[in-house]
């Protein structure tokens, strides 16, 4: 199968190329029925004899060549009915027959410059399809996001992203604000199942059958939240699926350099250091322990806490004794061999570093983040000396 992207270095194009290279080169196996030869790649800036070939040859055309913002409104006209009049006389010159999807908006539904173009565009292809028996899906996105979005454009969350990740300020008139969002990767899964002949249907349209709807406000609110997590450790709640997860991946793509790593706080003695890494509400943290050889460290219990210990470098030994008891449960561990020892509550435990010349590393996972009012850890030797 050969396809013709237009627009294919906007924002839509750029994520629905990269994610057809990558199903042609065989990197993504997930579209078993689909088989692609080539990518036709258009813009502003190829050449009509590249576009009347692509027409030639194409076996699907996805049209996401628009214009969102021109300098003046005579453009919006020239760029969304425009250019795709002269898309669709083109695929009519060679006599091409093949399914053509059309970018549409929302916007189509409103009197003013963009949405007339919108709306000329579409009837365009609605009056193309009958012509020529032509498979016509036309598209009415909703705003969308995601990475490779450019701010200051036409996209908030581009903005707001790209503003908060670099510590400039960000407008908002009203935080009540309401937008329905569509995510790129549920916008290309989509292009994927119109590709494979199986898109979503809207009345005359198809669409994106996963939205968002939420407010300027919390949209905020989550940056903010995000933003902050370097200085908190605290992932916030991300579910799959969710708006979060999908702002949240969003916003770490704008990201500048310098922000990209930051520094942990690491708590260090003489027996080694010991530093947090992760937080979550509901799901405990992580902290990695560094023991310096012959170092025993722990010797304590929790009345309900419970913890992983995982050795990923060195030599060591885990012992747990429950309380009021004498007998001593060792595991010994090893970055050669990793496993995943629990930390029972009710027992002391410790963990001691068996080598004389390696540092013991130990990735833990408690099941709760630590309160220091109230610790639940209480000293108590696993074995008395």
Known sequence: MKILVTGAKGFVGKNLCATLECIRDGKDKTHPSLSISEIFQCDIDTPYAALDEYCKQADFVFNLAGVNRPQNTEEFMTGNFGFASTLLDTL????????????????????????????????????????????????????????????????????????????????????????????????????LCALEGNPSPDGDFFKVPVTHTVTLGEIVEWLNLFANQPQNLQIPPIPPHSFAKKLYSTYLSYLPKEKISFPLKMNIDARGSFTELLKTENHGQFSVNISRPG???????????????????????????????????????????????????????????????????????????????????????????
């Open 295 to 385: 170092i025993t460290k722990g010797q304590h219990w929790h009345h309900t806490k419970w913890e992983f210990f995982i050795v990923v470098s060195g030599h060591g030994l885990i012992q747990q004794r429950k309380v009021g008891t004498n007998e001593v449960l060792n595991f010994e561990v090893s970055g050669e061999h990793i496993e995943a020892v629990h930390m029972l509550p009710g027992y002391t435990h410790n963990i001691i570093n068996l080598s004389e010349t390696e540092n013991l590393v130990t990735v833990m996972w408690a099941n709760e983040q630590f309160d220091p009012g109230h610790p639940d850890t209480f000293f108590l030797q696993v074995e008395d000396n």
């Open 92 to 191: 009519k010159k060679h006599d091409n027959k093949c399914p053509v999807m059309n970018s549409s908006s929302i916007q189509a539904e409103r009197d003013n410059d963009y949405g007339k173009s919108k709306k000329a565009g579409e009837d365009l292809f609605f009056a193309y399809g009958k012509e020529t028996g032509a498979k016509v899906l036309v598209y009415r996105f909703p705003n969308l996001f995601g990475k490779w979005c450019r701010p200051n454009y036409n996209s908030v969350i581009a903005t707001f992203c790209h503003n908060i990740a670099n510590d400039l300020p960000i407008t908002v008139s009203d935080p009540a604000v309401s937008l329905t969002l569509a995510y790129i990767d549920d916008v290309v899964a989509e292009m």
